[in-house]
C-alpha cells in the first residue's frame, strides 16, 4: 500500500498492538477509554499480562498482522519493532521513545527512518494519535477529549500542547489529535492532506516550529482551501533565522515569519497568536463555520459591554455598520425613548427577562442584511449568586432568534470559564458559537470572516497552481556582486525602467552630462561600493558641468584610499516630481528561494520598517493587495492633496524584478532597487538605485 492509505490505516485501525513495559498499562487505559473495539494486542517477554491484557513474546507469536503499532520501549528496540512490523505489512506506529534527532542523533533518526520504509511513522518523540471520531487511542497519557461526530482535527508539534488541548474546558469539539514529534517520516502536511478528505473534520488546526517541505504543504492547503476546510495556524518562532546576508536593505526587512505569513495569505491559512486563539477560532468554524464578511451586529445589555466591544472590533478590523431604519422603527415599538439605538445596541432592561421581546429585538439584528454574524456579550454569576434562570433565557431567546433567522450567531463571554457546562454544550448544539473572552472572540469573528473573504478571493482568481511554490536549489558557494549599472541594465531587460544615463571614466563625465541634460547625479560606479552614500560616492542634483567636474573630483577625494577602484562613474539624470519613494527587493531563503519585498523606500526604508513579503511566483493582483497594505501607500493614494501616484506603474516595476527573479530563480542571493521613485498618475515609476548580488556560475 502507498504511504498516504497507511495513514488512513494507521488512524483507524482494525488491530493494534503495544509494544512495551508495563507502563504500557496507561495507554491500554488510554484506548479502552475511548471505545476502541478492534483487536487490542500487547508484545513483551518478561509479563503474563499488561493492563489486564495477555502478552505475546514477541511481534512473530501475534496472531494476526497488526494495522498499527504504539511503540514504547527506548530508541534502538524501537528502530528493530519498526523493521519487524514493515516486514509484516504492518500499516503504521506511534513512536513514543526520545533520543533521536533531538538529542543530537540523527544517525538513529535515518535509521528510524530507513526501517520504516513504507510505512506510516508518526515521531518519534511524540504522544502520538486520539481519534474521537472512531474510538482510537495510540497514546501514553491520560486525554480529556470525548467522542463526537465531527469537529476539529489538532497536528501539533507539541505533545504537551496536544495533551493540553484535550483538557480545555472550552466546549471544542475535538475530531483528532497528533502529536507529530520529531516528523522523521511523517510530517504536518501528510497528515492535513488525508485529514482534509473526512467530511467529519470542520476546520484543522496546527501548531508548527517549522514546515520542511513547502511545496508538499502548498499541495495539501490548497486542496483544503477547494474544500473548505479552514487550517488555522500557530506558528512558534517569529525571530528571524537564516540571517546570513546583511549587504541588502531587504534582508533586515523579510525575517523568516514574515515569510510564513505570506505563505499562509497565499493559501488563506488563518494565523493565531497563541493556544486560546486557536481554540477558539477552531471552535467558530466547527459550530459557525466561517462567514461571508467581517460586518458584526453587538448586542449587549451594558454601556461597558458595547464601549469595550466597539474599541476590539476598530482594533481587529471588524466592521459595526449601524441599525437600518427598519431596524430602528421596529425597536422604537418597545424600547424607552432614552435608550440609544446603535450597533453595538445596548438592550438593557427594556428587553432584559422578556422572552418575546428579547426575541423580537434579537431576530430584528440578526435579520440585518448589513451583518454577516450577530454576536450577544453575555456573562453568567457565580453559581451561589443566582439560579442562573434569567440569564439562561437570554441564552435561549438567542438561541431561538438564531432557529429562525437562520444567520450566524455567536455568544461572547468577558468571563469564559463562567458559562455553566450544560449552556456551553446547548449552544454548541444549536449552533451558536459560546466564544470566551473578548479579546479571543472578537478575532476569532474576525479571523472567521478574513477566510470567507479570502478563500471567495483565491477561488475567484482561478489556476492557484500556477502559484505554487517552487523547490529551491542548493546555493553555490560563491557570489558576485553586481555594480549599480550592470544591476539596472539586467533589470532593464525584464521591464524596469531606468533613469537614463551612462557609465563613463572621470574625464568625460561633464560631457555626458551636458548630453544627458540638467540636472544629474553621478555616483562611483563599483561593484566594490555596495553603500555609495556612506563612502561619499554619491552627489546629486547637479546643475552644471562645472558642478559635475567638481563632484567626480570630491568622490575621487573621498576615496583616495581605495586604489583598487577602477575610474568608472555613472552620470545619470536626476529623477525630479515623485510623490513618494518605494524599495523593492528579493532575499534569498534556504526553504523558500527568492522572496520578494515591497515597502517605504528612501530614508524611511529602517526608520519606519514599513514592508510586505511575497512569495514568488506572483500575480499582479496579490502585488496590489501588498501595495495597499503599506502605510505608506496613502502618499501614493493623494495624501491630502497631493497628487495620486502611478500605482500601475509601481505594479510593472515590482514585475519586473519578480521576472528577473524567476529567470535568475537558483542564482539570484539578493537585490535592492532602492528608491524606486514613483511619478504621479500616468507618469511612471524609476529606479534611482539598484543592487543585485548573484551566487556564481552559468
Known amino acids: 500500500m502507498s504511504r498516504r492509505e497507511n495513514i488512513e490505516r494507521l488512524l483507524n485501525p482494525r488491530s493494534i498492538v503495544f509494544v512495551g513495559g508495563q507502563g504500557l498499562h496507561v495507554a491500554i487505559k488510554a484506548a479502552r477509554s475511548i471505545g476502541y473495539a478492534g483487536d487490542l494486542w500487547v508484545v513483551n517477554p518478561k509479563h503474563a499480562e499488561i493492563g489486564g491484557v495477555a502478552t505475546h513474546a514477541s511481534l512473530a507469536d501475534l496472531p494476526g498482522t497488526p494495522d498499527a503499532a504504539f511503540l514504547g520501549v527506548r530508541a534502538q528496540l524501537s528502530i ?12 503504521g506506529a506511534v513512536c513514543y521513545a526520545a533520543g533521536f534527532g533531538e538529542s543530537g542523533r540523527p544517525d538513529l533518526q535515518r535509521a528510524l527512518r530507513e526501517a520504516a520504509g513504507d510505512m506510516a511513522v508518526v515521531g518519534p518523540n511524540c504522544y502520538g494519535v486520539l481519534n474521537y471520531l472512531d474510538g482510537v487511542a495510540l497514546w501514553p497519557d491520560f486525554h480529556g477529549g470525548r467522542r463526537v461526530e465531527r469537529g476539529a482535527a489538532v497536528v501539533s508539534q507539541s505533545g504537551n500542547l496536544s495533551l493540553i488541548l484535550t483538557m480545555a474546558a472550552r466546549g471544542l469539539p475535538i475530531a483528532t489529535v497528533i502529536s507529530t514529534g520529531n516528523q522523521a517520516v511523517l510530517e504536518a502536511s501528510d497528515y492535513v492532506d488525508v485529514l482534509v478528505d473526512d467530511p467529519r473534520v470542520s476546520a484543522i488546526g496546527l501548531y508548527v516550529e517549522g514546515l520542511r517541505d513547502l511545496p508538499k504543504f502548498w499541495r495539501a492547503a490548497l486542496r483544503a482551501l477547494r ?20 549587504l541588502s536593505h531587504t534582508s533586515s526587512l523579510a525575517g523568516s515569519d514574515a515569510m510564513y505569513q505570506a505563505l499562509f495569505d497565499q493559501l488563506g491559512v488563518v494565523r493565531v497568536d497563541s493556544i486560546p486563539e486557536l481554540i477558539e477560532s477552531l471552535k467558530l468554524f466547527c459550530v459557525s463555520g466561517p462567514f461571508e464578511g467581517r460586518r458584526l451586529g453587538v448586542l449587549t445589555c451594558s454601556g461597558a459591554d458595547s464601549a469595550m466591544m466597539a474599541d476590539r472590533a476598530a482594533a481587529v478590523n471588524v466592521e459595526l455598520p449601524p441599525l437600518s431604519e427598519a431596524q430602528m422603527a421596529d425597536m422604537r415599538e418597545y424600547m424607552a425613548e432614552f435608550v440609544n439605538l446603535t450597533n453595538p445596541l445596548d438592550f438593557n432592561t427594556q428587553v432584559w427577562g422578556k422572552h418575546e421581546l428579547e426575541v423580537r429585538c434579537f431576530s430584528s439584528v440578526m435579520r440585518g442584511d448589513q451583518y454577516d454574524v450577530t454576536a450577544i456579550v453575555h456573562d453568567y454569576p457565580a453559581p451561589e449568586c443566582s439560579d442562573f434562570a434569567a440569564w439562561d433565557g437570554v441564552c435561549n431567546s438567542f438561541i431561538e432568534a438564531h432557529r429562525i433567522t437562520q444567520k450566524p450567531a455567536v455568544l461572547l463571554s468577558n468571563f469564559g470559564e463562567m458559562l455553566p457546562d450544560k449552556m456551553l454544550a446547548r449552544l454548541c448544539e444549536n449552533g451558536v458559537t459560546p466564544l470566551g473572552g473578548l479579546q479571543e472572540g472578537t478575532l476569532a469573528i474576525q479571523r472567521a470572516g478574513w477566510y470567507g473573504e479570502r478563500r471567495a478571493r483565491l477561488l475567484a482568481a482561478g489556476d492557484l497552481e500556477r502559484s505554487m511554490l517552487r523547490e529551491p536549489a542548493p546555493i553555490p558557494g560563491s557570489a558576485t556582486l553586481l555594480d549599480e549599472w550592470e544591476s539596472k541594465q539586467r533589470l532593464a531587460a525584464c521591464g524596469l525602467r531606468v533613469p537614463a544615463g551612462r557609465r563613463v571614466c572621470a574625464a568625460d563625465a561633464g560631457e555626458t552630462a551636458e548630453a544627458l541634460g540638467f540636472p544629474v547625479a553621478v555616483k562611483r560606479a563599483s561593484a566594490a561600493l555596495a553603500h555609495k552614500t556612506e ?34 562613474y555613472l552620470v545619470e539624470q536626476m529623477v525630479r516630481g515623485s510623490v513618494a519613494e518605494l524599495i523593492i527587493g528579493l532575499k534569498r531563503d534556504e526553504q523558500f528561494g527568492p522572496v520578494l519585498v515591497i515597502g517605504s523606500g528612501g530614508v524611511l526604508v529602517n526608520l519606519i520598517r514599513d514592508s510586505a513579503t511575497l512569495l514568488l511566483p506572483v500575480r499582479r493582483e496579490r502585488v496590489e493587495e501588498a501595495l495597499r497594505s503599506l502605510a505608506g501607500f496613502k502618499l501614493l493614494d493623494g495624501y491630502r492633496g497631493k497628487p495620486r501616484g502611478d500605482i500601475e506603474a509601481v505594479i510593472d516595476a515590482v514585475l519586473a524584478v519578480a521576472d528577473f527573479a524567476e529567470r535568475h530563480f537558483d542564482r539570484v542571493l539578493e537585490l535592492d532597487v532602492n528608491p524606486l521613485m514613483v511619478l504621479p498618475a500616468g507618469e511612471g515609476a524609476i529606479a534611482a538605485d539598484a543592487l543585485i548580488r548573484m551566487a556564481d556560475g552559468d
Open 80 to 91: 528493530d519493532a519498526l523493521r519487524e512490523l514493515a516486514g509484516m505489512g504492518c500499516a
Open 227 to 246: 474544500r473548505g476546510t479552514p487550517i488555522v495556524a500557530l506558528k512558534a518562532g517569529a525571530s528571524d533565522i537564516g540571517q546570513r546576508m546583511t
Open 535 to 568: 563612502a561619499g560616492a554619491v552627489k546629486l542634483g547637479l546643475e552644471s558641468r562645472a558642478e559635475v567636474e567638481r563632484a567626480v573630483a570630491e568622490i575621487r577625494e573621498s576615496l583616495r584610499d581605495r586604489p583598487d577602484l577602477e575610474d568608472a
